[in-house]
């Protein structure tokens, strides 16, 4: 299977605004809490209360320093995990057939009966979107919570993935981003979404909504003062206030 | 091949069960998924007022923290030194004997000699109950070090505070300016807040030292310096006054700005002029005659003179308008161009006034007058910590308050909007009780709201009746007690020894200490007779912290989705502004170790020592456990714990004990929710439909229509007290700190750190990090992988000077304490502001961690670089001269690179283990 | 990338297996001798295919590594090793045997030898995110390795001291393009996160304390002296030493200096190629060195 298909009928994805997300970590937690008893086997974590604790998680919150050429420096939270892309590496490379874009939505997926933990799938990514569970030795990533989406056992409104329903702040979006029409799509119209690493040739379905411009406000005339107070004291600043009433 | 077919519709759990998370004071609602009898999967409650269906990370992670290894087991008894860790388990009777057996002679010869404190308790009312049935005036929850300069500095000026008891307007703000703030209590309210106004496009505002989290996405941030928030504030009070951008009708009607200030020499001097009724009155426009403050009708004059006497406002103008609070005199200070201050006063009062709008929505004041629209003022403030934990916090968050007056978005659309119970004005609150006595209650409950140096908590010699010398001149507005000196005075023996320490779900001897490592040590002291300086410590905690290792009796409690818990109106309830709310949490799954809910223990412990209201006539217990006591405890007539379900089980907030109540919450999902009635929602405190639903749902007896405190009454008796004034007269070494710290008018002073500016010229604070709560996230097996180690971040200037490197450690010194820790470098800061993650840094064997954990070996906490007293004689604490707020963050430190290293220093011995080390995970 | 040993010694020791399978298959040998060059040949090749299963997850799986040709270059790998190691064994049994079958099924599998190679190499050429890999170069440098590992091992001095003249060309080349690579792929930080347009992106917080497998594997951080020291061993002990021997160790001994010589700086070459081979996940971490 690891032939991409040539179209997906869907290009379901995330859309993730940088400009709203606080780094909470909370997508992070949800998707583990999820996918650990989820899609596959569970996310295992080696040395969990020892001095070298480590895990499989499928969601990473980086946090980034920008510094402007001429103004304050800025922080940016920067949620990271697979981008479903339709020119997926990831897939072509895998010798199983483990590795696969469905077709009906684009999702990335691993079959984890069929991996064998080679673990060339992650090093084609260039996302770092793929981790290795060490304890089971398959290939584990995101699977756009494929087992909720669709799940007829959850609530209509919770047929979404974990991490967008968590997100405190709302800044994960899913959808069709293959429907122009769809509001994920209008929303990367409007607020410019990009794509990471566009030259890697990947074509990501998962689109960033870039932070808006920072530390603009400017000093405004309108708040020049009533009188020179100083020439005319008190007394005259206070006529003139309740003189306004 | 075929695409792989994959089950798209999995069965999710066997039964989901509703209750509310605990890893913060949020008290988000649940949906907890069990399969044969396990919790599989937590997520987000969506009907939930408080969260709507999000979690936060640490909810997220709720599971490995009930499955934690460093779960206590059983009750333990300590059986070599303290401190050593050496313990046997013994029986739930035992343990409430060997209580009983300690706590039952205090009780009849000096009921003080107990001091109980508790910690996070999601329970005060219930706490507080049972030490006032005790009979010491030695109890306060962790308020004090906490963020009682916001509630205090609330209550007293406009009675309700920031913290969890009020939020913005989210559905109409546009510009919402946040101070000081991290994560706070709100957590996922204000993030979901934050993230509508994102949604549409709407302003933030974040002044803060550090620029992440919140004040990483705020489209404007002020890099403030520590501590100057206050000047900040009245210069944008200047500016907004000099240009006439207030709202004057605002002013006039909902505050006391047009009450008379007495200007007659004497005693009287500065306190609100009264007429024969003893009431304050106006200057009504329309008459230039004196009118009832209440008056229908009434139009108060801002600028009337009254017999040599002017208003509030003048008194207030007049201050603010003084060169000295031009953005030009303060910009150096607080580290903020001028422009940018006149910038942010100009956006203020933009949006405030240029972009005002109207509610169509009719309403009726107290005085009768009747109004066809609401005025909506789309600005909205909140702030926490980073006002709040300064020696100057309580005159700070005034003076915020103050800002938000002048611009008339308190309780307007668009404006800041608080939370029923609240608005309640000061006299709606009690006064401090105190008086023990053997063998007797107390007469009231501990915690109130003083109005002038009578309600201070002195004996008759002027010593304090409290340990923690709560209500006394040194902090007399302590509402909430002062938890951090608790042990040091009870070490000191000042003002007297206490025979045991009864704490509850505090980390003492770690992250909720200053001066950690000397309070471990006075922990452990002995006097000259061999006895233990502090002779007994009974501890309640539900994991193996550091504090556990420090106490002769540990209570070992559940975790939060083994026991039941009441979060109540009484207490700190799940209010939203258009709705008040109560909730509970109940054992989704049973313990399965020897452990007990920590109410239910108490309400155990009240039976045995035959507190009156724990038993019944024939001393039997009269609750069975918290459960019982939750539904069946009535504090005043037709009002309980719970204000849902009760009667018959359609009254709402009075009503009788409804034995079906828990039955009814948890079907409701675990909460519930008693909604304002339309027209009510804004203007609360002179809104009359409001004043009838909260006297009908229980908040106050009679309506509790006020004014705003501009000016502060209660402070300026204490500043006369301070000037000679009257009977009650303070020592003479605080004379001068009461009459600056008690100042009527808000203003702002250095914190009291600034003494060693010199030597210790970087400012050095800690941030809550999202994902991780207190010293309890690192056993947590998800959440220590995100934050496991904490670094100190350093602003470009000291590590461009210094020439710091990746993987440096400095040296951090303070006036009293040295550590080295690892560094990173932050542009994003402020340059005289060094900071750090709070309580990332274990001790060694702490919480079933390994020993070389990274929490213990590069982990540090800059609690040991504090001082719990101010340099110079006398003990006084490090707070808020007005209220007793632990000033955590008015630290000052001297930093000098050490190169790489690859332990944090000061490193402590092993601490012992209560529980075995954790190796996998559940 | 992380140098696992396993990947090293599978891909220089099937390097050096097949490409002395390929000169037995060519040249042959015969009798007792026969059946010795051969074993060693396919103990080497197979020894690396084993070593290979070291770096599964689930190499009980293995076979289902066969499925993938049309797309997976390791699948196709896997095909033309067994297909090689298949076409050769007629020839082996003939030159042990000392049937006269000709030489048509040890060219065949010669030919399939430098398929095997090329399909090997492909497995790090094809990827794109490393981009010291995603080159040429790789190719020509392990088709390199395999003919002089060969050659040396046959003691072929004539044929093997240009091979390994050729090889160390191929090698500095290939340091040379791998040098800029990272540079020329043009990705940063910048790119990789999207925020390059409004300043400098460099890190502020990492987003987990803990370890993981991304940074067990791709970002593995070599020292930029720690390299130049390896490359120069790997240029001496792959090249030089080899050729000296040969040159001038007569018989034998000169040929077991060579082998030995040339694996030393053969596995020096590859762990090199993991080591400093930076996958661009290494600017989410930005832990970039050069
Ligand atoms: N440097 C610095 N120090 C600070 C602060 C700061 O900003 N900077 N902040 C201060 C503030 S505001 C606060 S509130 C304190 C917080 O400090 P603490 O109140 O000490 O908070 P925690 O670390 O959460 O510790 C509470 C204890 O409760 C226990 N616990 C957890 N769950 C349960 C339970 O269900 N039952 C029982 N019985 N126990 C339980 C935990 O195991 C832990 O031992 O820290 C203060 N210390
Ligand atoms: N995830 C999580 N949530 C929590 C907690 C937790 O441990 N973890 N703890 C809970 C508790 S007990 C509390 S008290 C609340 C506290 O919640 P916050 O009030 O958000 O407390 P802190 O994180 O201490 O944040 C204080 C903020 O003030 C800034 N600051 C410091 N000094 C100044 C100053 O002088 N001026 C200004 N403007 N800013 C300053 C700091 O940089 C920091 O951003 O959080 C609660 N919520
Ligand atoms: S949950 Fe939302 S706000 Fe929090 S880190 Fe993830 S994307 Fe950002
Ligand atoms: S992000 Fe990585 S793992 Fe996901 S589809 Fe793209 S290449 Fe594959
Ligand atoms: S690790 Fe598994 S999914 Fe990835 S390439 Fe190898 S077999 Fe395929
Ligand atoms: S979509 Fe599902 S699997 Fe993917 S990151 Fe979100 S929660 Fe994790
Ligand atoms: S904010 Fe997080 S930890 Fe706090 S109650 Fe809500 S989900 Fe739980
Ligand atoms: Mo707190």
């Known amino acids: 299977m690891t032939a991409l298909p040539r179209a997906t009928e869907k290009a379901l994805g995330l859309v993730i605004d940088l400009d709203t997300c606080v780094g909470c970590h909370a997508c992070v937690t949800a998707c583990k809490g999820w996918n650990d008893q989820g899609y596959g086997v569970p996310l295992s974590d080696q040395e969990p209360y020892g001095a070298h604790p480590s895990g499989t998680f499928l969601n990473r919150v980086h946090s980034y320093a920008v510094q402007p050429v001429d103004a304050a420096a800025q922080i940016v939270n920067f949620p990271r995990s697979c981008l479903h892309c339709a020119d997926a590496p990831c897939v072509t490379v895998c010798p199983t057939g483990a590795s696969y874009k469905r077709v009906e939505d684009g999702i990335v997926l691993v079959n984890e009966d069929a991996c064998i933990g080679c673990g060339l799938c992650a090093w084609a990514c260039p996302y770092g979107a793929r981790e290795m569970d060490a304890a089971a030795g398959v290939m584990k990533k995101c699977t756009l919570c494929v087992d909720r989406i669709y799940n007829e056992n959850l609530p209509e409104e919770d047929r979404e993935p974990a991490c967008v329903r968590t997100c405190p702040t709302g800044a994960r979006h899913f959808g069709d981003l293959g429907d122009p029409e769809s509001a994920v799509s209008r929303l990367v119209a409007e607020r410019e979404g990009f794509a990471l690493m566009p030259d890697m040739g990947t074509k990501p379905v998962n689109r960033y909504l870039p932070p808006r411009k920072k530390d603009r406000m400017q000093e405004a005339s309108l708040l020049a003062p009533l009188l020179d107070i100083q020439a005319t004291g008190f007394a005259g600043w206070l006529d003139r206030v309740l003189g306004k009433m | 091949m075929g695409q ?446 003083v109005r002038g140096p009578e ?61 950690s490592a000397r309070v471990m040590e006075m922990l452990t002291d002995k006097d000259e007779s061999g006895e233990y300086v502090i002779p007994r410590i009974i501890y309640s905690d539900a994991y193996a912290s550091e504090m556990v290792a420090y106490a002769d009796l540990i209570l070992p409690d559940t975790t939060y989705l083994e026991r039941h818990d009441c979060i109540s109106l009484l207490d700190r309830p799940i209010s939203e502004p258009d709705a008040a709310g109560d909730a509970i949490r109940w054992p989704v799954v049973e313990a399965d170790r020897d452990v007990r809910g920590f109410q239910s223990v108490l309400l155990d412990l009240g039976a045995r020592l035959g507190l009156p209201g724990m038993v019944k006539d024939d001393g039997s217990p009269k609750f069975k456990d918290y459960a019982d006591y939750i539904v069946t405890h009535i504090r005043r007539p037709g009002v309980g714990p719970l204000m849902g379900f009760r009667g018959d089980g359609t009254a709402e907030g009075r009503g009788e004990a409804n034995p079906d109540q828990l039955a009814r919450y948890i079907e409701n999902g675990g909460f519930y929710q008693a909604h304002v009635p339309d027209g009510a929602q804004y203007y609360k405190p002179w809104n009359a439909a409001y004043q009838e639903w909260a006297v009908a749902t229980s908040f106050y007896e009679t309506p509790q229509p006020y004014l705003f405190s501009i000016w502060s009454e209660p402070m300026r008796k204490f500043q006369l007290a301070a000037e000679g004034q009257g009977f009650l007269q303070p020592p003479d070494h605080l004379r001068d700190r009461l009459k600056l710290a008690m100042d009527p008018l808000p203003v702002w002073y250095p914190p009291f750190g600034e003494a060693a500016r010199a030597e210790f010229p970087v400012h050095a604070i800690t941030q809550r990090p999202m994902a991780m709560y207190h010293s309890w996230g690192s056993q947590n097996a998800w959440l220590r992988q995100i934050h496991g180690k904490n670094y100190l971040y350093l602003p470009t200037s000291i590590w461009e000077a210094q020439g710091f490197g990746d993987g440096d450690y400095a040296r951090v010194t303070s006036p009293t304490g040295q550590i080295v820790v690892p560094v990173a470098h932050m542009a994003a800061l402020n340059p005289d502001t060094v900071w750090t993650w709070n309580a990332i840094g274990k001790r060694k064997g702490a919480w079933a961690l390994d020993a070389g954990a990274p929490e213990a070996v590069e982990g540090f906490l800059l609690n040991h670089l504090i001082s719990e007293v101010l340099p110079g004689a006398g003990r006084v604490s490090n707070s808020d001269p007005v209220t007793g707020q632990a000033a955590w963050f008015d630290l000052r430190v001297r930093i000098e690179k050490v190169g790489p290293r690859e332990r944090a220093e000061p490193e402590f011995d092993v601490l012992p283990r209560v529980v075995p080390k954790g190796r996998t995970r559940a | 990338m992380n140098p696992a040993p396993s990947v090293i010694v599978f891909t220089v020791l099937s390097g050096m297996g097949f490409g002395f399978l390929a000169l037995l298959g060519v040249f042959g040998a015969t009798g007792a001798a026969a059946f010795f060059l051969w074993g060693i ?41 067994v297909v090689t190691l298949g076409l050769f064994a007629p020839q082996a049994l003939a030159d042990w045997l000392g049937f006269d079958w000709g030489r048509g099924f040890g060219m065949a599998g010669a030919v399939g030898v430098a398929l095997t190679v090329f399909c090997t190499s492909m497995i790090y050429a094809q990827i794109r995110a490393v981009p010291r890999w995603h080159h040429w170069t790789v190719p020509a440098v392990f088709l390199a390795y395999a003919a002089t590992g060969g050659l040396v091992m046959g003691g072929f001095s004539p044929l093997a001291v240009p091979a390994l003249c050729v090889l160390g060309v191929v090698m500095a080349i290939h340091w040379h393009y791998g040098a800029r690579a990272f540079a020329r792929a043009g990705q940063t930080m910048g790119t990789a996160t999207g925020l390059g347009g409004i300043g400098a992106v460099s890190v502020f917080e990492q987003p987990h304390t803990g370890g993981n497998y991304l940074m067990r594997e791709m970002i593995y951080v070599v020292g930029r002296k720690h390299a130049e020291r390896v490359r120069m061993i790997a240029m001496v002990f792959s090249v030089m030493l080899p050729v000296i021997a040969l040159a001038y160790v007569p018989g034998l001994v000169g040929v077991a200096l060579a082998v030995l010589t040339h694996l030393v700086g053969a596995l020096a070459q590859r762990w090199l190629f993991f080591a400093e081979a930076e996958h661009v996940v290494v600017l989410y971490y930005g832990q970039r060195v050069a």
């Not at chain 2, 010593?463 to 608790?486: C, Y």
């Not at chain 2, 206490?498 to 003492?508: E, G, K, R, S």
């Open chain 2, 4 to 449: 792989p077919k994959v089950d798209t519709s999995p069965k999710v759990s066997d039964e989901v069960k509703k209750t509310t998370c605990y890893m913060c004071a949020c008290r988000c609602g649940i949906n907890v998924h069990l399969t044969s009898g396990k919790v599989t999967y937590i997520e987000g409650n969506r009907d939930h007022p408080v969260n709507k269906g999000v979690l936060c990370a640490k909810g997220a992670s709720g599971i490995m923290q009930v499955t934690a290894p460093s779960r206590l087991r059983a009750p333990l008894r300590r059986v070599g030194p303290r401190g050593s860790g050496a313990f046997e388990e013994i029986s739930w009777d035992e343990a409430l004997e060997t209580a009983v057996a300690w706590m039952k002679p205090l009780r009849e010869e000096a009921p003080e000699k107990l001091a109980f404190f508790t910690g996070r308790d999601q329970s005060q009312s219930f706490t507080g109950w049972w030490a006032q049935q005790f009979g010491t005036p030695n109890y306060a929850a962790h308020g004090g070090f906490c963020s009682v300069n916001m509630a205090a500095a609330g209550i007293y000026t406009i009675g309700g505070a920031f913290w969890e008891f009020g939020q913005p307007d989210w559905a109409h703000t546009k510009l919402f300016v946040l101070l000081g703030v991290a994560e706070d209590h709100d957590s996922n309210p204000i993030k979901i807040g934050i993230g509508k106004l994102k949604e549409r496009g709407a302003k933030v505002v974040g002044v803060n030292p550090v620029r992440t989290g919140y004040n990483a996405v705020a489209d404007e941030w002020f890099g403030i310096t520590p501590g100057t928030d206050g000047l900040l504030i009245l210069s944008l009070i200047h500016c907004l006054l000099a240009a006439g951008k207030i709202d004057l009708d605002y002013l006039a009607r909902w505050t006391n700005a047009p009450l008379l200030v007495n200007e007659a020499e004497g005693p009287e001097k500065g306190l609100i002029l009264k007429n024969a009724e003893s009431q304050p009155f106006v200057i009504d426009r329309r008459t230039g005659m004196p009118a009832p403050w209440d008056g229908a009708g009434v139009q108060p004059d801002l600028g009337a003179v009254w017999q040599g006497h002017r208003t509030v406002f003048q008194h207030m103008a007049e201050r603010y308008l003084s060169p000295d609070y031009a953005p030009e005199a303060v910009a150096d200070r607080v580290g903020i161009d001028a422009a940018r201050i006149r910038g942010l006063a100009a956006e203020l009062a933009r949006v405030a006034f240029d972009e005002a709008f109207e509610l169509p929505i009719a309403w009726t004041d107290f005085r009768g007058d009747r109004h066809e629209m609401m005025q909506g003022r789309p600005v909205s403030f909140h702030a926490m910590r980073g006002i709040s934990a300064h020696s100057n916090g309580f005159q700070t968050a005034r003076a915020l308050h103050l800002l938000q007056i002048v611009l008339g978005t308190v309780e307007v659309p668009g404006g800041y909007r608080l939370k029923p119970p609240y608005p309640k004005p000061v006299e709606a609150h009690p006064t401090p009780h105190f008086v023990a006595a053997a063998g007797k209650p107390l007469s009231g409950p501990h915690l109130g709201y």
């Open chain 2, 455 to 515: 309600n201070l908590a002195l004996k008759a010699d002027g010593t304090p009746w409290r340990i923690d010398k709560a209500f006394t001149w040194e902090n007399p507005f302590s509402a909430h007690g002062l938890m951090h000196m608790v042990i040091p005075n009870a070490h000191a023996g000042d003002p007297y020894k206490v025979d045991t320490l009864f704490l509850y779900m505090a980390n003492m001897a770690w992250n909720s200490s200053m001066n």
């Open chain 3, 41 to 81: 040949g396919y103990g080497l090749a197979v020894a690396g295919l084993v070593a290979s299963a070291f770096h599964l997850g689930n190499p009980q799986r293995a076979l289902l590594a066969f499925t993938q040709w049309r797309t997976s270059w390791l699948s196709r790998e896997a095909w033309a090793s």
